[in-house]
């Protein structure tokens, strides 16, 4: 009888292991998910003193507190948010990347900008360093042109409006290609 480690096992249990930490790590996103939305609370999923930036965000938050009235303004300008997983979240040691696409209708005030009654659907993610199983920091990604263009704030790519923006910025004009 040989005594050497049955090596289909060892590679089954590894794999059992590897598929409960997605598994941990999936709960944690599907938390934060419906924080944004308000169907949870940040503080199922982040520590007290967490720290959240995003491009909306004028300077980095810290704690659940200042999370949630982040969350609710922009929930407030857009009453219909969905938040949607685009794909399952990965993790490596203490990060975790969550994939996600949001689709709402700005109905309400957000910040100074008026409601647009335009609808929106931003693809983005949140890039998470986790600290005993719950979010300490997260930042926020996603494109902040295109949800203006979304909006009607801005022109759109390529057109004129855009032309006219850049020079306005010093950038100059864009020579086409033939």
Known sequence: MSSAPD?????DLAAGEAELERAEVDVLADRWSA??????GFAACCTATVSYED???VQPLVGTDPLERHAEALRV????????????ALQRGGHACVPWRLHGTHLGRLASLPATEQSLVIHGLHYLELADGRINRARGFFDLYDGSIQLGLLP???????TALLMLQGFGLRRQKP
Not at 77 to 88: I, S
Not at 156 to 162: A, D, H, I, N, Q
Request: proline fraction near 15%.
């Open 7 to 11: 090596e289909p096992a060892e590679a």
């Open 35 to 40: 924080a944004w939305t308000g169907s949870g």
């Open 55 to 57: 491009p909306l965000a």
């Open 77 to 88: 300008a857009f009453p219909d948010v969905r938040v949607e997983r685009t794909a399952p």
């Open 156 to 162: 759109p790519r390529g057109g004129l409006g855009e």
